[in-house]
């Protein structure tokens, strides 16, 4: 495994059921920060595992997500923590 990077991963997904399939995807890489809203630590192999997952459960004329790096500090104002990383099971 290389180097973990964090990502801000956000989504839009109208349909219900699509939306749950990504959100359980996305909890066994990261946290959930908001409520459409991860934070991950994945490295290269990781994110491309996540992309590839993600486009079979996505209808891409109509969802959206996004995938955000982020630098070398968070900085949260309000509630909630920086997310640390932290080992997650990837299924």
Known sequence: MGRKKLYAIAYDIPDNNRRVKVANLLKSYGER???SVFECYLDEE???DLKT???KLLNLQEDSLRIYPVGPRL???GQGLAYEEREFFVA
């Open 75 to 77: 900085e949260v104002l």
């Open 53 to 55: 997952r993600a486009q």
């Open 46 to 48: 990781l994110l491309s």
């Open 33 to 35: 920060v908001q409520l």
